[in-house]
T-cell receptor
Framework: AQTVTQSQPEMSVQEAETVTLSCTYDTSESDYYLFWYKQPPSRQMILVIRQEAYKQQNATENRFSVNFQKAAKSFSLKISDSQLGDAAMYFCAYTNAGKSTFGDGTTLTVKP | DTGVSQNPRHKITKRGQNVTFRCDPISEHNRLYWYRQTLGQGPEFLTYFQNEAQLEKSRLLSDRFSAERPKGSFSTLEIQRTEQGDSAMYLC??????????????FGPGTRLTVL
């Protein structure tokens, strides 16, 4: 069974600084997708960024970028120039053949 | 572009009662997913549909849980004889699945179930 591990239950960052959230996963598949989702308090899950496993190039979306290491099964999220609105729970997700497995999340606090 | 909608947003019920939740996916999304999320945890996969066909069902989904997606549009999730352990947020997501393209899921706001 696939597992997704987010080893940092909580992280904090100063506004305008950079923070990296960690995610590792376990799979025997070679073709899959990885995602980071953001869930603000009492609000719905929002897609932040996605990565196809067959692509070597790391995905980037504005201030968000990933470091995808397929051999190490690692998929970290870097948030640059952190903003107060980035405060939320962040979930890493693995998807293969329609089924998704999520980590338990990292709560990010942004300090003004 | 209308997002995924879920109704009701909140449901309080007594143990032993049946409840039904509805999910309306993004128009033309052919895949629809149900998840359960408890406080402080990530979503747990329950089941998913491609059009009207239920393609996979988690072992978490006991016989008391059933999901349908008639005509491949909206979906319902029913829980029979609710138990206190069923208290959770039930999330629905949809995706515009195509072979060879990234299967990106878009989530609804969820239905929060409280079983007393």
């Amino acid at each position: 069974a696939q597992t997704v591990t987010q080893s940092q239950p909580e992280m904090s960052v100063q506004e305008a600084e950079t923070v990296t959230l960690s995610c590792t996963y376990d799979t025997s598949e070679s073709d899959y997708y990885l995602f980071w989702y953001k869930q603000p308090p009492s609000r719905q899950m929002i897609l932040v960024i996605r990565q196809e496993a067959y692509k070597q190039q790391n995905a980037t979306e504005n201030r968000f970028s990933v470091n995808f290491q397929k051999a190490a099964k690692s998929f970290s999220l870097k948030i640059s120039d952190s903003q107060l609105g980035d405060a939320a729970m962040y979930f890493c997700a693995y998807t293969n053949a329609g089924k998704s497995t999520f980590g338990d999340g990292t709560t990010l606090t942004v300090k003004p | 572009d209308t997002g995924v909608s879920q109704n009701p947003r909140h449901k309080i019920t007594k143990r032993g009662q049946n409840v039904t939740f509805r999910c309306d996916p993004i128009s033309e999304h052919n895949r629809l997913y149900w998840y359960r999320q408890t406080l402080g945890q990530g979503p747990e996969f329950l089941t998913y549909f491609q059009n009207e066909a239920q393609l996979e069902k988690s072992r978490l989904l006991s016989d008391r849980f059933s999901a349908e997606r008639p005509k491949g549009s909206f979906s319902t999730l029913e829980i029979q004889r609710t138990e206190q352990g069923d208290s959770a947020m039930y999330l629905c997501a949809s995706s515009p699945f195509r072979e060879g393209l990234t299967d990106t899921q878009y989530f609804g706001p969820g239905t929060r179930l409280t079983v007393l």
